[in-house]
């Protein structure tokens, strides 16, 4: 609650159970992000926008100084083609601290 999470793995059903605040950004390389979230509590969007850019690149960069990881140098190195595969997560109060409006939301 809160806090924010960027996830590079994988993850299991249900998505965001329980989820009251924060932000989750989520690398969803096989799109099925969408079938493993409850809907009815967070939004998913895609990341539109240089706010979210600018939470996102320095939680990698910061992963990448602290664990070396081949999958955040990856990313970072090429960010205009892995920035798509990144799903936005999060509970319609926190919309406006990533500059989102009402509208913007991935629905089936």
């Known amino acids: ?11 299991g059903r249900n998505i965001a159970a329980g989820m009251t ?3 989750c950004f989520i690398l969803d390389e096989t799109n099925d992000a969408l079938n493993r979230v409850n ?8 990341v539109t926008n240089s706010l979210q850019e600018s939470i996102i690149i320095p939680l990698l960069e910061k992963h990448l ?3 070396g990881s081949e999958k955040a140098k990856e990313i ?5 083609e892995w920035k798509p595969l990144f799903k936005l997560i999060i509970p319609p109060s926190e ?3 990533v500059g989102l409006n009402e ?6």
């Open 65 to 67: 100084s602290y664990t």
């Open 95 to 97: 919309r406006s601290k």
């Open 103 to 108: 509208l913007e939301a991935i629905k089936r």
């Open 76 to 80: 970072l190195e090429n960010w205009d």
């Open 39 to 46: 809907q009815e509590i967070v939004d998913v969007c895609e």
């Open 1 to 11: 609650t809160g806090g924010i999470v960027i996830v590079l793995g994988s993850t």
């Open 21 to 23: 605040g924060g932000i």
